[in-house]
């Protein structure tokens, strides 16, 4: 055999060793016709499920108010009221004096003074009688009401002034008076007496209501 010959058998036998060792054709390596095809998955993709909506907040009720209840009114206690058990002066509570505060007119100033050891409240006018006579002397002005009374403490003094008049023909005079006070009840008083000489008891007589000072008992 020519070296030409063996040397092309060499060459045949080399390049059929080169395809062997080449593995798949290109055809299957670059996805031709031998190349698996991918399948895509039969199942359709679901769509997403949309969020339920939330429900708006309830707007939050109103809070009714509170409804207020009368507070039950304090009793009056005799630390908060002075003059809860303040009474009226009976003729029990006070001492009584007359004095001659005009000779012309025979006009006595009444005095009273309170020796209770408690207070008591003077109302309205003094009741004055005449000794023997029937008969008593009128009211002279308005008094004060039971609220605006004087409230005589313990040692304390009240004045009224008791007016006589001009001696007539049916006038008569008499040495002493009596007094009682007015206490708007029933209570039962022993009347207090006083020296009054010469007064002049007529019509003309009056008293005026207790008075917290001498002046303005005379002055009305």
């Keep these: 055999m020519s070296s030409v010959r063996r040397v092309a058998v060499v060459l045949v036998a080399a390049s059929a060793l080169a395809l062997t060792a080449c593995g798949p054709s290109e055809d299957g390596a ?3 016709p031998g190349a698996p095809t991918a399948t895509p998955s039969a199942a359709t993709p679901s769509t997403p499920t949309k969020p339920a909506e939330s429900s708006k907040p309830s ?4 809070p009714s108010k509170p409804v207020k209840v009368p507070t039950p009114a304090k009793p009056v ?13 009976s003729t029990y509570d006070v001492t009584f004096t007359a004095s001659l505060a005009e000779s012309t007119t ?3 100033l009444l005095k009273i003074t309170n020796k209770a050891g408690k207070p008591c409240r003077v109302l309205g006018h003094p009741v004055v009688t005449f000794g023997d006579l029937d008969g008593q002397a009128t009211e002279r002005g308005a008094a004060p009401g039971i609220e605006d009374a004087i409230r005589l403490a313990p040692g304390e003094s009240a004045y009224a002034g008791l007016m006589g008049g001009l001696k007539g023909p049916k006038s008569k005079t ?3 008076i009596a007094m009682t006070m007015d206490t708007e009840s029933d209570l039962e008083q022993v009347p207090l007496k006083a020296s009054t000489p010469g007064f002049n008891v007529s019509e003309e007589n009056s008293v005026t ?3 917290d000072n001498a002046e303005d008992a005379l002055s009305l």
Excluded: I, L, Q, R
């Excluded at 707007?59 to 109103?62: N, Q, S």
């Design 174 to 176: 008499v040495s002493s």
């Design 209 to 211: 209501a207790w008075m």
């Design 77 to 89: 206690s005799p630390s908060t009221d002075p003059d809860y058990d303040v009474f009226p002066c």
């Design 59 to 62: 707007t939050p009720a109103t």
């Design 106 to 108: 025979s006009s006595y």
């Design 30 to 32: 670059a996805g031709g």
